[in-house]
C-alpha cells in the first residue's frame, strides 16, 4: 500500500500531464497562428508599400517629365544663343524656373521667387550647380511652411557638348502634399495600417522622416524604395526615399493574441481539473471499494465468529439439557430419547436385541442425612465412575437417572443373559468400599433388568418392566438383581417410568382436578377452593402431586399442563357463576410452579383466556411458594406484577415451612398468605409453631396480607385459629379435596359444620366435615362408575374442557387418603 502523500500525488498526476499537453499544444497552435497572422498581414504590407511607392514614383515622372521638357523649350529658345540672358525672353510655366549657373533665376510671373530662391539655396548646399550635369531631384525640403519636391534638367541648347556643365537649368517643383495626393495615404490608415516616408542617406547614415502616420517611428515594417525616373539622381549623392508600412495593431494583435493564450489557459485548466477530479472520484471509488471489501470481510468474520459462538453455545446447551451436571452422565432425557431410538431399531430389526438395567443404590438416602449431601454426591459420582469404566467394553448408554438411580441401556444384546452377565459386573464394580471423606462405606445396589427384542413395544412399557423387576429386587433381601419376566406384570413399580408416562397422560386427559375449600373462619361458609392436581394413573391409580410433579417439572411439562389448568378452571369457575345464584362470590387458586413463572408468554395467556370465558379477574387466584419466588426474582416480579395490574390476586402458599423471610415478600405484590401447618413443626410438637403463626398473624394486616390456615385438621384448631385473628382456613377439618361438582355443592349449600370423625379417621388425625344439610346429590358413592373403568383406559374427555375434572365425589375417610409426610 502507497503512502498517503504519495497517492496524492499520484492523484494530480494525469492532472498535470493533461495540463502539460494541453498547454504546448495550445502553444504550438498558437505559435502556427501567430505566425500565420504575421505572414498574412506582412504580405499585406508589403503589397501596400509597393502600391503607395509605385505611385509617388509616378508622380515623381510627372515632375521629372515636366523639368525635361521645359529644358528641352528653353533649350529650343536659346539655341545658337549661348548667352543664358537670353533665357530671360523664354517665360517658364507654372512652378518652374530657370537657373543659369552665374545666379540668374528666370521665375514665371505667378511663381514665387521665395520658393525659387530656397529651392536653388537647398540645390547648391547640397551640389554646386556647376558642378553637376545630370538631371537629379531634390527633396522633400522645407520652404516655409509646405515641403516641396524639386526636378532639374540641364538647359542645353543644340550642338553643345553634352558632356560639358550645362550654362543654366529648367527647374519644376511640387508641393509633396500634391505629390502624395493621389498615393491615398489617408486610405491605408484608414485600413488599419501605420506609415512612414523616409528619407535615407547611406553616406551619412543618417534617415529622414517626412510624413508618418506614427509619432514614434516604425520598427519591423514591410519597406520599399521609391526609385527615381531614369535618368535622374537624387540630389544627395545615394539618398533614397522609402516607404514603410506596417498594420497598426502590430503583426501579431495582442488583444487576440491574450484572448487566445487567455482561452488556453483556460481550457487547460478545466481539463487538467476535470482529469485531477476524474482521478480522484476513480480513487475515492477504488478506496470505496477496499472499504467495502474490509467491512464486508470484516462482518464475514464476524458472522463466522458468531456462527461458532453459536455453536459452542448449542453445544454446551445440548450438553447441559442432556447431561446430569453433577456426574456428567448422560440425564433421563437423553437415555429416553436413546431408548426410543434403539426400539425403534429393533422394530426395523437393524438391532437384535436391546436391554435396559435400572439400578438403585441402596440407603442412599440414609448416607444423605447422616453424611451429608456432600457425602451423597461424591458417592453417586464414585458410582458413576466405576459404571462407566464397567460398561466401557459394551455397546451402550449410562445415564443417571434420579438422586439414586442410574440407568443402562444396551444396545446390542447377543442373549438376555448377556444382560444379567453386565448386571453382575456392575454389582462387582460396587464390591469395593468407597471412601467419603474420612467416611469407609460399602454400598450395594439394587437392579431390575429387561430385554426387547420384538414387537412394538413403546419405550414406557420397556421401563416400567425394568422398574418392576427393580421393586422385585427391592423387595428381595438377597438377590439384588431382578430380571423381568410376564408373571411380575401385576407388581407395583417404583415409578421410575412415570416420566414416560406422564407424556401419555396429558394426551389421554388422565390429568384430572380436585378442589379444595376455603372457608370462612368464622361463618363455617366456603369463600373459594384451591385447585389440586391428580393423575388417574392407568396402573398405578389416582397418584397425588408429590408423586409426580418433579417429574413434570424435570420433563418440562409443567407449561402446558398449567396452561390447561388455568383455561379448564377459568370455564368451570364461568359455569359455577352461571349456576351460583346471582351476586354470590368465589374463587379459585391455582398452584404455579417456578417453571411457569419462567414461560414467557404466561401473563398474556392468562389475560387471554380470562376474556375468552369473561371470568372477573377477582375470580382467580395463584399459589406461589417462597421457594418458586427465590428462584427467580426478576422474572417473578415481572409476571406477578402484571397479574396484579390485571386484577388476579396472589398467595404466598406454604409460609412457615421455608425461608420465611419477610424481606422477600415485599418484593412481590401479594394478597394472601397461607400458613402451612400451623400447629405442627417439624419435630411434631404443636407449641412451636403456634409462636410463628401468631406472629404472622399479627403481622399480616400491617404487611398488606390476608392470611388463610392450612391443614386445619381439628375444630380444636379451627377454633384457635379464628381466636387469633385468622380470618380463613383450608383443611381435612372442613373438606378434603374435592370433585368440581361437589365443591359446587358446598358452595352453595350450608355453612360447614363439624361432624364427628368417621371411624378409623383419628388416626390420621383428620376430622371430615360436611355441610349441614348437603343436598342429597353429593351423597355419592366412594366409588364413582367411572372410577371402575378399565384403569388402562383413556377416560373418555369431556364435552366441555380439556381436562377431565369431573372427578364423581369421593368421601373416603381420611386416613385412605394420601398423607403429607412430615419429615
Ligand atoms: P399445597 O399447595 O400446600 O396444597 C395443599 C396440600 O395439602 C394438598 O396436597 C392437600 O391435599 C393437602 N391438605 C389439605 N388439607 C390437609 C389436611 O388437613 N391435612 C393434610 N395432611 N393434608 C392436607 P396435594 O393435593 O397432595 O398437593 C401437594 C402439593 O402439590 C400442593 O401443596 C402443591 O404445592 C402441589 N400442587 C398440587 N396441585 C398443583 C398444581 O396444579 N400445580 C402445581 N404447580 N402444584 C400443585
Ligand atoms: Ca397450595
Ligand atoms: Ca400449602
Known sequence: MSPPFLKRRTGWLPAAVVLAVVLITGSRLIMLSV???????????????TRAALSIESQLQVLTGLASRQAARAAAAISGDAAPQSLAEVPPIHNTFWIATDGMLVASRDSSVTIAKGIVSEWASTAPLRNASAPSVLGPMREGSQWLVAARAPIRPAGSNPAAPPAAWAIAYVDLDQLLSSTHLGAIVDAGYDFALTQVEPASGRSRIFLSSRTTPLDVAAERTIHLPAGYLPAIAGSYLQIAIRPRAGWYPTEELATEIGLLAVLAWLLAFGTHDLTHSLLRLRAGLAASRRRVQALTQRLSSEIEQRQDLQKSFDHARYHDGFTGLPNRRYFMNQLDRALGDVRTRRRQRIGIILIDIARFRLINDTLGHTAGDELMVQASRRFAKATAAFECVLARWSGDQFAVLILDLPSPEAAIALAGVLQEALHAPFDLRRHRLSVTASMGITCADSGPQRAEDVLREADIALSVAKRHETTKTVAYVAAMGGQAATLVSLEADLHVALAKNELRLMFQPIVDLRSYRMVGAEVLLRWR??????????????IAEEAGLMVPVTRRIILRVCKLAMEWRRRLPPGQEFYLSINLSAAVLRDPGFSDYVESVLQETELPATSLKFELTEATLISNVGAAREVLERLHRMGVQLMLDDFGTGYSSLNYLQLFPLDYVKIDRPFINRTGSEDANTGMTQAMLQMAPSLGLTAIAEIIETEAAANALRQMGCAFGQGYFFSEPVAAELALQFLRGQPFQARQPAAGAIDGGAAVVAPIAAPPAIVAPPISPREDDSPT?????????????DEPAILVRPANRPQRTTG
Open 35 to 49: 505566425q500565420q497572422h504575421a505572414e498574412t498581414a506582412r504580405e499585406a504590407s508589403r503589397a501596400e508599400a
Open 537 to 550: 394413573h392407568p396402573v398405578e391409580g389416582l397418584l397425588t402431586p408429590d408423586k409426580f410433579l418433579s
Open 793 to 805: 383406559m383413556a377416560m373418555p374427555p369431556l364435552s366441555h374442557g380439556d381436562m377431565d375434572d
